[in-house]
């Protein structure tokens, strides 16, 4: 606080170099002006972009909540459904939530984004947060079927399993009592814990998260039995029918499908004809033809994939219904935070992307500060 208050009303160059001199300049450009301004946070993998979004995110809501503007906008504030202070913290709570499902560790840093975001803060014309809007791009959904030695799949899978560790009852009827390492989607890299960290203790912070941005215990409830769900599901093993030509296969063992299945309130039988076999349409006509192993195994990873990708979406949703409050807001500042730029032996399409993505946002950078200035 001490070291906000030295910033606060400081011209840009006139202390040290600091994240809260961006962060000033940025606001009181939005005040003075009367402008919308922006925030690009870029930078390579584990350069600190997603520590700097929070750092600036707490600058403001220091701004915001400063005496002065608290003052100035006392019959605002009485006039609003929902209290300044509260629309602060649960701003401010958006950031541990995206992080426990769009976070994991990666060989280059321990709680490296897999996903970008926008950010896009409302302040009233005193300068008081009214509201923020959430948007992003390009969630890394490989990494919940696939992660490199050394790596972890996203942080809320972990925190689950952590979760029930004291509640035998609970890790019965999630986790059919297994641990991390019992998990396919979990034990590839060989890799459970970060150190220093304690994923039961993160797991009490996203809980409390949800709750201060309006996602009830039921829907908690739900998004748990998915995350189980997708453990289950990437425990499913197929098999070669050795007494048929045509390459087709079985699964193994029902037991984990089945499991997977009741958590999703779900058929097992439907969900299995879905991955032992495709549907192809010629003219007006439409059959079924069996999947090989490796299909099968892709069909299942796909499945897996796409109820992570819409329950990331879903809960980013949720968020914005409770903080997005458009007609108090006057002005914005927009925080955007994306991938760092990678290069590995083997790229992937996904990787690709993100540099792409990277190198335009440069090229942007370069236009504007040495080109047009």
């Known amino acids: 606080r001490e070291t906000i208050e030295t910033y606060r009303g400081q011209l840009m160059g006139k202390l040290s170099p600091h994240v809260y001199a961006v962060a000033e300049n940025c606001f009181s450009s939005m005040m003075n002006d009367g402008r919308n301004q922006s925030i690009l946070v870029s930078g390579e993998s584990g350069a600190g972009k997603t520590e700097t979004t929070k750092i600036l995110l707490n600058y403001f809501a220091a701004m915001s909540n400063s005496t002065t503007a608290a003052k100035n906008n006392h019959e605002e504030k009485a006039s609003t459904n929902k209290s300044t202070a509260s629309i602060e ?69 972990y925190q689950l399993c952590a979760s029930c560790v004291d509640d035998a009852n609970e890790r019965q009827e999630l986790l059919s009592g297994m641990q991390p390492y019992d998990f396919h989607y979990l034990n590839q890299s060989e890799c459970y814990t970060i150190d220093g960290v304690s994923d039961a203790e993160v797991f009490e912070q996203t809980r409390q998260a949800m709750d201060s941005v309006g996602i009830s215990y039921e829907e908690q409830q739900s998004v748990r039995r998915i995350l189980a769900a997708i453990l289950h599901l990437g425990n499913v093993q197929f098999e070669e029918n050795s007494d048929r030509q045509d390459d087709s296969c079985s699964i193994v063992d029902m037991e984990p499908l089945s499991k997977a299945c009741e958590l999703l309130r779900v058929d097992d039988k439907t969900i299995a004809n879905t991955l032992l076999t495709r549907k192809v349409v010629a003219g007006r006509e439409s059959y079924n033809t069996p999947l090989k192993v490796d299909q099968a195994e892709s069909s299942r990873d796909a499945l897996a994939m796409l109820l992570y990708s819409r329950m990331f979406d879903w809960i980013v949703k949720r968020m914005n219904d409770h903080i997005n409050n458009p007609g108090q807001a006057k002005h914005t500042i927009g925080v955007l935070d994306i991938y760092g730029f990678e290069s590995f032996e083997n790229n992937s399409f996904e990787q690709f992307c993100i540099n792409w993505a990277n190198e335009k946002l440069q090229q942007q950078y370069n236009q504007h500060v040495f080109k047009l200035s």
């Open 89 to 157: 913290s649960q701003v401010l709570a958006s950031t541990p939530l995206l992080e426990a499902f769009g976070n994991a560790k990666t060989l280059r840093n321990d709680n490296s984004s897999r996903f970008g975001k926008f950010i896009e803060v409302q302040f009233s014309s005193t300068g008081v947060i009214s509201g923020a809007f959430i948007q992003t791009y390009l969630l890394e959904k490989l990494r919940v079927t696939k992660q490199t030695i050394g790596e972890r799949n996203y942080h809320i899978f």
